[in-house]
């Protein structure tokens, strides 16, 4: 066999090898990234990740870029190959010179650590002047909704994260009608987005979409609540719910396990949807594989927040004091925060993708269900089936159009009379000179 064909097959094997071994971003798994994920990663060889070759191959490259200072363009890789394959690469780069936008709701009573707990999960403080009310002051007090925004950046990947919180939840004498503030800012923000969707300009459209919730459990009761029950089956259709059992440091090992069953089983009883994984693919690896199957088994997630840098075996660790030891935040035979941390990061594509393909196209259908029709921009008015359409609304709409009309036509007029002028004036060009 020729030598140069038997190089050739030598640097694909090593180009597959190479493939193999590399994974992406965590952040790009989940859903139906997945099948990007497995793109991407047979096809970053042709980037960065492509292996050393031979001096000959380098003799080419060098050979290839003199040719192009010269003008000349070639083709770099082995006859036979289109260049599709690379697609991918473009996806990642644009992504990541985009940045990511990730919205998370916390909700609990007050006093069960949500804060600390979502200091711990992202390193950041994002309370450092908050006022905690006193027992008088949350007699009379309503549920608030107090969302606060920062940009975190970690090797290059850009992540806009908007941690809403609420404080007041189950804090007054009558909670009844505690949690209809909150479902209230959640048809908001799908009302917002889909307001800026159906505009004119959407090429900047921000995404305030609550993708996740973490619905905070007390470790003192014996499973869920009448108001943790009614909460979580007035939300359950239009967010992503994660039940969490904040503060489990107070709770033994047999304690907690029996706990989770319970409050398990309540959910079924009751007829709640929470957040379930998707399902590992047949063709990942067995570690990824073994990974959800540990975090399918781990909810609802009992998790202990700390702030705090503890000296323990002779290392600094993040973790809480007490008179019998130190209970460690990030180590997984202590609590469940390792395992939710995991979940979101590795997940957090698949909550964007369930947000906008279930929770928001049930939010848009009911909106039209409602009596709502679409303008000629994508605006929904509201339409009374009983009425019929109001007369000044179609005015209105049929006077846009009428201007769209009118603006298209003065656009073509004026393409027309550059067009005259471009020929009048290479007409002139191209006549005698004296």
């Known amino acids: ?158 992540l806009r994260l908007t941690v809403v919180d609420t404080p007041g939840y189950g804090d007054a004498i009558n909670s009844q009608d505690c949690f209809s503030t909150i479902i209230a800012y959640i048809d908001d923000q799908f009302e917002r987005y889909l307001h800026d969707e159906s505009g004119l300009n959407r090429r900047h459209i921000v995404d305030n979409r609550v993708h996740c919730c973490f619905y905070f459990i007390s470790p003192l009761g014996h499973g869920l609540k009448p108001l943790d029950v009614q909460f979580m089956k007035a939300i359950h259709n239009k967010v992503n719910v994660v039940p969490v059992i904040a503060k489990a440091d107070t709770l033994t090992l047999k304690e907690r396990e029996r706990l989770k069953r319970r409050i398990l089983d309540e959910i079924d009883e009751h007829g709640i949807k929470i957040y379930h994984l998707p399902d590992a693919e047949s063709d990942e690896d067995e570690d990824f594989k073994e990974q959800t199957r540990i ?33 460690e935040v990030e180590n997984p035979e ?36 409602r009596g709502g029709r679409l303008s000629s921009h994508g605006y929904i008015l509201p339409l009374s089936p009983a009425k019929g359409p109001d007369p000044e609304e179609m005015d209105k709409d049929m006077i846009l159009q009428e201007k769209e009309a009118e603006l298209r036509r003065m656009q073509e007029m004026i393409a027309k009379m550059q067009a005259q002028m471009q020929k009048q004036g290479d007409g002139e060009g191209d006549g005698p000179h004296v």
């Open 295 to 327: 975090l399918k088994t781990s909810i609802p997630f009992a998790v202990v927040g700390s702030n705090q840098q503890i000296e323990a075996k002779g290392k600094k660790v993040r973790g809480r004091l007490y008179p019998w030891g130190v209970v």
């Open 1 to 158: 066999m020729d030598m140069e064909m038997v190089g050739v097959k030598v640097e694909e094997a090593m180009d597959r090898s190479a493939a193999v071994q590399y994974r992406p971003l965590a952040v790009l798994r989940g859903g139906a990234a997945r099948q990007f994920r497995r793109n991407f990663s047979y096809s970053t060889r042709f980037c960065s990740a492509r292996p050393k070759k031979s001096p000959v191959g380098s003799q080419i490259r060098m050979s290839q870029a003199d040719k192009l200072k010269q003008g000349q363009f070639t083709n770099p890789e082995t006859p036979g190959y289109v260049g599709f394959a690379n697609l991918p690469n473009q996806v990642h780069r644009k992504s990541v010179k985009k940045g990511f936008e990730f919205t998370l709701m916390v909700v609990g009573e007050s006093g069960l650590g949500k804060s600390t707990l979502i200091n711990s999960l992202f390193l950041t403080d994002l309370y450092p002047e908050r006022v905690i009310p006193g027992a008088a002051e949350k007699i009379e007090r309503t549920v608030q909704i107090e969302a606060s925004t920062v940009e975190i950046e970690e090797r290059g990947v850009k």
């Open 334 to 369: 202590h609590n469940d925060f390792l395992k939710l941390r995991t979940m979101l990061i590795t997940h957090m594509q698949d909550l964007q993708e369930v947000t906008q393909d279930l929770h928001y196209e049930n939010f848009r259908s009911e909106r039209l269900k």
